[in-house]
């Protein structure tokens, strides 16, 4: 303060000061200032930028949505998915913060280095294996882990889950995320070092099925570089148009062809045996139904090509 009186002491310090060099005349003297100390746990890092993560967060409520609507088209169940938190953990962190069995795909993130992880929750696991296979799609009270046949049934479900995935990704980036292989315990799983930071995206799901929790894991490193190759790589309309129609001319669709129906009773079922000759509706002049996701799509004509049955589409509807 400017009207401040000096003590003795103080008075005598500065004098001593000026005498020895330490203070000039006419020199301000400033205060020093305590240096704040900032907090940062290792364990737990923050190193995603806050501008990235908002863009993270916009693009992950889409895949959320996108994932609810697939998983209920796959699985014919109502089922809503939401996002529910976007986290930093180091590896080490990640895989220790699961107490329960969990179901984990470990994902290839061609055409970025390093490996990512799809978890799910064992029981809402069966419940999909359970609906699929045509039961009502329950959680069951206990908890166990997935056969290989029940691996199989949920591998082609999270199959259409990364699908979706990519999709939402088209701004960003074009990805070529395969599911390499499914594991029971996460625990002993090394898709990366400890010390690694990994982004943590949380979906919650709800609906027939009952609740469940998706976890997509991916690095941050390779977060970080599909932010900057999308900086540096500016997609066009008619690319992005190209980009959309390259995947979707990838997904496998379920085709049939109906040869013919006929209603038979319980009774003429249960009697049938081999060599018996089942009528049909259709005339042998009548064209064959081609069916798409059980949709009819075309009529059409059976047929040979080489030693393999052929079908020659005629009339498109």
Partial sequence: MANAILKNEEVEALLAAIETGQ???GQKVETKKDKKIQHYDFRRPDRFPREQKRRLQKISEEVAK??????????????????????????????TSFTDIMCTSVLSLKPFSGLGCLTLDVGYCLAMVDRGLGGP????????????????????????????????????????WKIEKIESDIKSLQIAPSTEVMISINFATSGDLGNGTIILCIPVTTLE?????????????????????????????????????????LNELINLKEGDV??????????????IEEKVKSYGKPGMVSKNLAFQVSSMI
């Fill in 137 to 176: 799609g329950r959680i069951p009270q206990k908890i166990r882990p997935l056969t290989m046949i029940e691996e199989a049934v949920v591998n082609s479900v999270l199959l259409s889950v990364v699908e979706e995935v990519k999709i939402c990704w088209l701004k960003i980036a074009h990805l070529d």
């Fill in 225 to 265: 570089m599909m932010m900057i190759k999308s900086k540096t790589e500016k997609v066009g309309r008619q690319e992005e148009i190209a980009l959309v129609k390259n995947v979707l001319n990838n997904v496998e669709l379920t085709t049939t062809v109906v040869l013919g129906t006929t209603n038979l009773s």
């Fill in 23 to 25: 203070v000039l005349v």
């Fill in 66 to 95: 996108a994932m609810g609507i697939s998983l209920s088209r796959y699985l014919s169940a109502s089922i809503v998915v939401e996002l529910i938190a976007i986290e930093e953990f180091s590896y080490e962190v990640f895989v």
């Fill in 278 to 291: 089942v009528r049909l509706d259709n005339k042998v002049n009548d064209l064959l139904k081609l069916e």
